[in-house]
C-alpha cells in the first residue's frame, strides 16, 4: 500500500475537507458575534476558495490511481481522465451552490452549513472515483447523510425537516439495499474491486443470484438520481429544501451519482487488463461479459423508460415550480440513464475480441454524452433555483403565480428564467438542446436496433410534452398580466452568478465543442 | 452576401430587446431598417444568384466530431424564399406600425422570427436547419400569446406544442439517418449522396415528411393553424401563413423528398387505390384543399375565412410536391412564394385595415357597417387580394395554381379534379366574405347609423397604403412576368429532382 498514491489520488477530497474545517473555526470561533451577513459571506467566499484549491490540486494528481498492492493490484481510488471530469464538474457546481448562499437567510448556523455541503462534496468526489464497492458505499453514505442534513437545516419550516425525514428514512432504506447488493456481488465474486468482480463474473457467466444482485444495486442507485419507481422522496425534498440545499442536491449529487453509473457501465463493458494471457482466454472472458450486459442494460432501460414518462407526465399538473423542477429532474434522470444502458449487442458469432475493439469508441462516446448531460444540466438547474429562489424570497411562495408580471419586476430575472428554461425543454441553441442531441446521437451511434431506437423517439416525444410545462412557467413571467407590479430586488452577486450561468448556457449551446473537447480529450478515447 | 440577412436580423432582435422602453417610434424604424436591409440583401442575392446553381455562403467545422458544419448555401429554391421573407418581413413591420404595447419587445421576436425563418432557408446542414427550424418556434409563442386576440394563451400553446411535435418527429428522422449513414456528416450534400436502404426509407421518410407538414398545415394535422392565425395579432398572422407555413413545406421538399426519395415508391401493394406515400401524401392534399375551402365557405369570422384559406392554398403546395414532376414542383415552389405574398396581404386588410377601426370581425356585424363606402381603401384592396387569391390569371396565384394542376394531372387526373373543386369553393368563399364585409346592402342598425354620422373611421396611413402596394405590386409584377422567378426556380427543382438529394 502506497501512501503516497492515497495522498495524491485524493488531494482534492482533502482539499476540500481542510477547508471545511477552516470555515467551522472561522466561523465558531471567529465571528461568533459578527453579523449574520459577515458571517454568510466569509463563509461562503472560504468554500468557494477552498472548492478553488481543488481544483487546483487536482493538477497535481497526475492520474494516479491508489492500489491496494503495487504495482497492478486492485484499486480502491482512481483519478484522472472520466473522474477528473467529474469531478471537476463537483467542484465548481459546489462553488455555484455556496455562491447562492450569500443572500439566504434561512439559517444562522453558518458555518455548519458550508462544512456540511463541503464535505457532502467530498462525498461526492470520492463515488466518482471509487473503484471498490465498499469505497463507493463510503462516498455515497458521506454525500447522502450530508444531504440529509443540508435539506433540514431551515429550522424554522415545516416542510423542510418532513423533507429531510422523507429523504433521511428512504435513503437509509436504499442505502440498505445497495449494501445487501453489494454483498451479494461479494459473494459472488470473492472481492469487492469491481475489476474483479467483473472478471469473476465473466469467467462463471451469469446466474440468478447475479440478477438480484444487479437489481439491488439498482434500487440504491436509482433512488439517488430519483429514477422511476424510487423517486418518491424527490418532490418534497426539492419543496422542502432551503433552495441553495435544493441547488445542491438537483446538480453535485446528480454528478456523482451518474459518474457512479457511469463507470459501473463503463467498467463492466470494458474491462481493464484481461487477467489471462492467451487470446483464447481473452476472447472466452469477452464472451462471457457480453453474456451478462445485455440483461443488466434492459433492467437500466426500463426504469429510464418509466422515469421519462411519470417524470413527465406528473409535472404537467404542478402548480408549484419546485415540485414541477423536481418532476422535470425524474424525466432527465430518465433521458440519462437512457445513454448509460445501451450496449451493443453481439450475436455470439466470430471474434469476441474484434466487437468488443469496434464497441469500445461508441460506449465511450455515450458516457461522453452523460457526463456532457448532466455538467450541463446541473448548471441549468442551480441556476433555476437561483431564480426561484429570489422568487420566493420577495413573494413568499414559489408557486406558478408569484412568477406573474417578471418581466416588469426585474427584466435580467425573467431573461435569466427564459434561458434557463429554454435550455431545460431543449430548445436550440442552447446547451440542453446540444446535450439532449449529443446523447440521443450517441445512443443511436452504440446501437441501432428497434429498441434504442424506439427509446430515443419516446424520449424525444416526452421532450416535446415538457415544452408545455416549462412554458406555463414562462407564460406567467412574460404574458400573463401582474397583479403585483413592485420590483424585485436580487442581491448583486446571486445575479451576478445567475447571468453567468445563464451566458454559459448560451455560449455552450452556440458553441458546443468548447466542452464537448475537453470531456473528450480527457475520457481514454482510443 | 445572402448570410447576412440571418446576423442582420438576429442583431436587430437583440438591439430592440435591450432598447429601453418607451421609445416606441425608434424601435419601429429601427425595425424597419432592419427589415429593409434583410430585403435589400435578399434581393441583391437573387439578383447575383440568376443563372448561378447551388452556391455555398458558409462552411464552418461547428461540432468537427460529429461531422456538423455551420453550412450556408442557396440554390434557386432559397433564394426565391429568402426574398419571400424579406417582402414578407418588410410589410409585417409596415402593418404594425401602430402597435403602443411593449413595442420595443414585440419588433424583438419578430425580427427573432424573421432571422429563424432567413436561417431554415438558407441552412444546407441538417443539423443547423433543424436549430433554425426550433429557433422559430419561441418567438412565434410569445408574439401570439401577448400582443394576440381571440383565445390568444390557447392559441399560441397549441401552436407552439404542434410545432414542437412536428419538429420532435424531424428530430427522430433526423438521429436515424445519422446513425444511419454511418454518424459522418449532417450535410444535406453529404446525406443526400448517402444512400439511405430503401426498407430504411420507407418508414423514415413518411415521419419526416408529416413531421414538417404540420408545420405545413396538411391535413388532418392542421388545426393549430386557423386558430393560430386568429389569434395572431395582424403581422405574426402575416409571417404565420405567409412564410412559417412555408417552412414546413420547404422541409418536407429539402429534407423528404431530396434525402428519401425511395419512400415515395410504390409499396408493391395497393390498397383502396392508394399504392404509395406518395398517394397518401397526394389525396391528404386534396382533401386539405377541398376541406379548407369547405370550412372558410361557412365562417362567421372573417380572420378564420383567410386561416382556413391558407390550409386550403397549402394544400396545392403539397399537392405540387407529391407530382414529384418539373411542372409539379415548380408550382409548388411558386405557390409558396405567390401565397406568402397573398396570405401576408389578406390578413393585413382584414386585421390592420379592417378590425383596427370596426373593432369586429364577425361577417355579421361588418355587413352593417357599408365599408365599400366608409373603407373604400379597404373595399378594393380586397377585392384585388381576393381575386388573387382565387386564380385570377394576371396574378401570381394563377400561374402557380395551373402549374400544380398541369402537375398532378400527369400523374392523377382524379387529384386535379379534386384541386378543382377546391379551387370553384375558393370562389365561392371569397366572394362571399368580399360581398357579406363590403358590398352588404343590409341595412344598418341603429347603433351602426349613429356611428356612421357619429365618427369617421381612421384615415388610412401611408405605412398600410406602402404595405398593401408593395405587396399587391409583387403579385401582379409575378403574375404578369412569371419568368423573373421561375427563371431562377426551374433549374434549382431540376437538380432537385435528378439528384436526388443534389
Known amino acids: ?526 | 452576401m445572402l448570410a447576412w440577412t440571418i446576423y442582420l436580423s438576429f442583431a436587430g432582435a437583440l438591439m430592440l430587446a435591450l432598447l429601453p422602453k418607451g421609445k416606441n417610434g425608434l424601435a419601429r424604424w429601427l425595425a424597419l431598417a432592419v427589415a429593409v436591409g434583410g430585403l435589400a440583401l435578399a434581393v441583391q442575392g437573387f439578383v447575383a444568384g440568376m443563372g448561378q446553381g447551388r452556391t455555398v455562403l458558409v462552411d464552418l467545422p461547428w461540432v468537427p466530431t460529429m461531422g456538423v458544419h455551420f453550412l450556408l448555401a442557396a440554390d434557386g429554391i432559397s433564394r426565391v424564399l429568402v426574398l419571400l421573407t424579406g417582402l414578407a418581413a418588410v410589410a409585417g413591420v409596415l402593418f404594425s406600425w401602430n402597435i403602443e404595447l411593449r413595442t420595443n419587445e414585440f419588433f424583438a421576436f419578430f425580427l427573432a422570427l424573421i432571422g429563424g425563418v432567413y436561417g431554415v432557408f438558407l441552412s444546407f446542414d441538417l443539423f443547423l436547419l433543424f436549430v433554425f427550424y426550433e429557433v422559430a418556434i419561441v418567438p412565434k409563442y410569445f408574439l401570439i400569446s401577448i400582443w394576440g386576440s381571440t383565445r390568444r394563451e390557447y392559441a399560441a400553446m397549441k401552436l407552439a406544442l404542434y410545432s414542437f411535435v412536428g419538429s420532435a418527429m424531424v428530430l427522430i428522422g433526423l438521429l436515424a439517418a445519422y446513425a444511419t449513414s454511418g454518424s459522418h456528416s449532417t450535410s444535406l450534400i453529404a446525406l443526400g449522396h448517402a444512400g439511405f436502404p430503401v426498407s430504411f426509407q420507407m418508414w423514415c421518410f413518411p415521419l419526416v415528411f408529416t413531421g414538417f407538414a404540420i408545420l405545413a398545415g396538411m391535413w388532418p394535422f392542421h388545426t393549430w393553424a386557423p386558430t393560430g392565425h386568429v389569434a395572431a395579432p395582424t403581422a405574426a398572422s402575416m409571417l404565420l401563413a405567409g412564410v412559417v407555413m412555408k417552412l414546413g413545406a420547404y422541409g418536407c421538399l429539402r429534407v423528404g423528398i431530396a434525402l428519401f426519395p425511395h419512400g415515395l415508391d410504390p409499396w408493391g401493394f395497393s390498397f383502396i387505390g392508394v399504392g404509395s406515400w406518395r398517394d397518401v401524401f397526394a389525396i391528404l392534399a386534396v382533401v386539405g384543399i377541398v376541406y379548407g375551402a369547405l370550412v372558410a365557405l361557412v365562417q362567421t369570422d372573417f380572420k378564420f375565412v383567410i386561416g382556413y384559406s391558407s390550409v386550403s392554398h397549402m394544400g396545392f403546395v403539397l399537392l405540387g410536391l407529391m407530382a414529384l414532376n418539373q411542372i409539379g414542383v415548380t408550382g409548388a415552389v411558386l405557390q409558396m412564394f405567390s401565397h406568402g405574398i397573398l396570405a401576408g396581404l389578406l390578413f393585413a386588410i382584414v386585421g390592420r385595415i379592417v378590425y383596427e377601426r370596426t373593432h369586429t370581425r364577425q361577417l355579421a356585424e361588418l355587413e352593417t357597417m357599408h365599408l365599400s363606402r366608409r373603407l373604400p381603401f379597404a373595399a378594393w384592396a380586397f377585392v384585388i387580394a381576393g381575386m388573387a387569391s382565387m386564380g385570377l390569371p394576371g396574378f401570381s396565384g394563377f400561374v402557380a395554381e395551373l402549374q400544380v394542376l398541369v402537375g398532378a394531372w400527369m400523374v392523377k387526373p382524379w387529384w386535379t379534379v379534386g384541386a378543382g373543386i377546391g379551387i370553384v369553393v375558393g370562389v365561392a368563399y371569397t366572394w362571399r366574405a368580399l360581398q357579406k364585409a363590403f358590398f352588404s346592402d343590409a341595412p344598418a342598425s341603429a347603433h351602426a347609423l349613429e356611428s356612421e354620422h357619429g365618427h369617421e373611421f381612421a384615415a388610412i396611413t401611408w405605412p398600410e397604403v406602402t404595405g398593401v402596394t408593395l405587396l399587391a405590386g409583387v403579385s401582379l409584377f409575378v403574375g404578369l412576368y412569371p419568368r423573373i422567378l421561375l427563371d431562377t426556380i426551374e433549374p434549382a427543382v431540376k437538380a432537385l429532382l435528378a439528384g436526388g438529394g443534389q
Not at chain 1, 123 to 150: N, W
Not at chain 1, 199 to 219: D, E, H, K, M, N
Not at chain 1, 366 to 388: D, E, P, Q
Not at chain 1, 403 to 427: C, D, E, Q, T
Open chain 1, 1 to 526: 500500500m502506497n501512501y503516497a498514491d492515497l495522498f495524491r489520488a485524493t488531494l482534492p477530497e482533502t482539499a476540500l475537507e481542510i477547508a471545511a474545517l477552516l470555515v467551522i473555526v472561522a466561523d465558531l470561533g471567529f465571528l461568533r458575534r459578527a453579523a449574520l451577513k459577515a458571517r454568510v459571506t466569509v463563509a461562503a467566499l472560504l468554500g468557494v476558495a477552498g472548492c478553488g484549491a481543488a481544483l487546483w490540486a487536482m493538477q497535481f494528481q497526475g492520474g494516479c490511481w491508489f492500489r491496494l498492492t503495487d504495482p497492478a493490484g486492485p484499486a480502491l481510488l482512481g483519478s484522472g481522465g472520466i473522474i477528473a471530469v467529474a469531478q471537476a464538474g463537483i467542484l465548481v457546481l459546489t462553488a455555484l451552490t455556496l455562491l447562492l448562499l450569500i443572500d439566504a437567510n434561512f439559517t444562522r448556523h453558518v458555518g455548519e452549513y458550508v462544512a456540511v455541503v463541503l464535505m457532502a462534496a467530498v462525498g461526492g468526489l470520492l463515488i466518482a472515483g471509487a473503484q471498490d464497492l465498499l469505497v463507493i458505499f463510503i462516498g455515497l453514505e458521506l454525500l447522502s447523510l450530508g444531504l440529509y442534513i443540508l435539506t433540514a437545516f431551515a429550522k424554522r419550516s415545516g416542510k423542510s425537516a418532513e423533507a429531510a425525514m422523507k429523504y433521511y428514512l428512504f435513503g437509509g432504506m436504499a442505502a440498505a439495499f445497495l449494501l445487501f447488493g453489494f454483498s451479494y456481488f461479494y459473494g459472488l465474486s470473492g472481492s469487492t474491486n469491481l475489476a474483479e468482480i467483473q472478471r469473476a463474473i465473466a469467467a462463471t457467466g451469469p446466474s440468478p443470484l447475479f440478477y438480484v444482485a444487479w437489481i439491488l444495486v439498482v434500487t440504491g442507485l436509482g433512488f439517488k438520481i430519483a429514477a422511476v419507481p424510487f423517486h418518491l422522496w424527490a418532490p418534497d425534498t426539492y419543496e422542502g429544501a432551503p433552495a441553495p440545499a435544493a441547488a445542491f442536491i438537483a446538480s453535485v449529487s446528480k454528478v456523482a451519482s451518474f459518474a457512479l453509473l457511469v463507470s459501473l457501465s463503463m467498467g463492466w463493458l470494458m474491462p481493464g487488463s484481461a487477467a489471462a494471457a492467451s487470446k483464447d482466454a481473452v476472447e472466452g472472458y469477452l464472451r462471457g461479459v457480453y453474456q451478462t450486459w445485455p440483461q443488466l442494460a434492459t433492467i437500466l432501460l426500463v426504469v429510464a423508460a418509466a422515469s421519462m414518462v411519470v417524470g413527465n407526465l406528473a409535472a404537467l399538473a404542478q402548480v408549484s415550480v419546485r415540485r414541477l423542477l423536481a418532476y422535470s429532474a425524474i424525466a432527465h434522470a430518465g433521458y440519462m440513464l437512457l445513454g448509460i444502458g445501451v450496449h451493443s449487442t453481439f450475436s455470439g458469432q466470430g471474434s469476441a475480441l474484434q466487437f468488443f475493439a469496434g464497441a469500445v469508441n461508441p460506449a465511450i462516446r455515450s458516457s461522453n454524452a452523460v457526463l456532457y448531460y448532466v455538467l450541463t444540466y446541473g448548471l441549468t438547474t442551480i441556476g433555476a433555483f437561483g431564480v426561484v429562489a429570489v422568487v420566493e424570497r420577495a413573494t413568499g411562495s414559489d408557486r406558478m403565480d408569484s412568477f406573474l408580471g417578471l418581466h416588469k419586476r426585474n427584466p435580467l430575472l425573467a431573461a435569466v428564467l427564459l434561458v434557463l428554461f429554454l435550455s431545460l425543454a431543449g430548445i436550440p441553441p442552447l446547451v440542453g438542446f446540444w446535450a439532449k442531441f449529443n446523447l440521443f446521437a450517441a445512443v443511436l451511434g452504440v446501437s441501432a436496433g428497434p429498441v434504442p431506437f424506439t427509446l430515443v423517439a419516446l424520449a424525444v416525444a416526452f421532450s416535446a410534452v415538457s415544452l408545455y410545462y416549462y412554458l406555463q412557467v414562462l407564460k406567467r413571467a412574460y404574458v400573463m398580466p401582474a397583479v403585483d407590479e413592485t420590483p424585485i430586488k436580487a442581491h448583486p452577486v446571486t445575479m451576478a452568478v445567475l447571468l453567468a450561468i445563464a451566458a454559459a448556457v448560451v455560449l455552450l449551446g452556440c458553441f458546443p465543442a468548447l466542452l464537448g473537447n475537453w470531456i473528450d480529450g480527457l475520457s481514454p478515447l482510443r
